[in-house]
């Protein structure tokens, strides 16, 4: 066993050697001791990465590309034996070997999240810890984008990951990005920040968010007192207008 995960190994080397573009997948599945119910499909978002957020168990996780393991099927293995599925982002090959290595689950949770990043071949994971706080700020809120003024969120008593705002967002002129906002984690800009796949996305048909990366910002395209509700483990948004 330990020669077949050196041979791995090498063989994966070689391939991250040449220059090879991130591959396209339709569907993504999760399957293993470690997997609840033993197959869960990922969530595909933006750009073309996967992401999971849920139970495991206490075992091991194949990432593969169809429901049912068989002869088509491909296995996006870690390129290092006993790899933990919490980690600060390990690369992965694709193979149909399906005795290569799998992703290990030390501990049964219920809050792990992690992203198949396709383009950069690469699994990152954590174990979700609730925010303390969660602020909204920007052009169209009454607070501007002045630090230490930002709205804060309500977070909900059962559930520490939802967090609510009622209020108006409206054009506000005298702000820079009149029309723009976005979610911060504390109240400043850095370090944790919530922001669109795209740039302008209006608040009313959006459903999804990322945390950190581009500084991209929601716009509005209706005046009025918006309800907003941010799930942070599953990464979802959404607002309506109360009146």
Known sequence: MKMQKILFLLAAILVSCHS??????QE??????????????LTKVDGGDFKYAGSLNEGV???VTTKKVGKGTRFLAPVVPDADIVNHGLQYAETSDAQSPAWQVVVAEDRYKFTVHTRSKMLKGEIFQPW??????????????????????????????????????????????????KFQGQDRW??????????????????????????????????GIY?????????????????
């Open 28 to 41: 993504l599945w999760i399957t293993g001791s470690a997997v609840p119910g033993g197959i869960q499909k």
């Open 132 to 181: 303390g706080e969660l602020f909204i700020a920007g052009g169209a809120t009454e607070a501007g984008w002045k630090e230490g003024k930002m709205l804060l969120m309500t977070q909900d008593i059962e559930n520490p990951c939802i967090w609510t705002w009622e209020g108006e967002l409206k054009k506000r002129d005298e702000n820079e990005e009149p029309t723009s906002f």
């Open 190 to 223: 850095y370090p944790k920040n919530l922001h669109p796949y795209m740039q302008g996305t209006d608040i009313l048909t959006d459903t999804k968010l990322r945390v950190g990366g581009d500084d991209t910002k929601w716009v509005i395209s209706r005046e």
């Open 227 to 243: 309800r907003i509700t941010v799930d942070l483990f599953h990464e979802t948004v959404k607002a309506t207008i109360v009146k």
């Open 61 to 63: 996780l194949r990432v």
């Open 20 to 25: 090879l573009s991130a591959q396209t997948y």
